[in-house]
Nanobody, 115 residues
């Protein structure tokens, strides 16, 4: 069994910053790509950013230049530094971990941005 625990969400004013964390635990032997996704009510879950074990990153166009994904392989943890937050960034953020044929998701952490 694999568990993903997210933290760091909250309320912030537009233009502010938050840092999300996601730690994986359980029967993990090797982790390649980890990622952050977000999903607004009534909409499909969308990619925010991903990072490979080697540190190669990929971002949605809407967050490029504002968000930074990073990871600590020793801790099985991925981070998402979110700067210059906008009201449209407000939603639930999920951590994703693909392991072989399975995909694990965190429970989600709410990000609220006040204008």
């Amino acid at each position: 069994q694999v568990h993903l625990v997210e933290s760091g969400g909250g309320l912030v004013q537009a233009g502010g910053s938050l840092r999300l964390s996601c730690t994986a635990s359980g029967r993990i032997f090797s982790i390649n790509t980890m990622g952050w996704y977000r999903q607004a009510p009534g909409k499909q879950r969308e990619l925010v950013a991903t990072i490979t074990a080697g540190g190669i990153t990929n971002y949605a166009d809407s967050v490029k230049g504002r968000f930074t994904i990073s990871r600590d392989n020793a801790k099985n943890t991925v981070y998402l530094q979110m700067n210059s937050l906008k009201p449209e960034d407000a939603t639930v953020y999920y951590c994703k971990l693909p392991l072989g044929p399975l995909t694990y998701w965190g429970q989600g952490t709410q990000v609220t941005v006040s204008s």
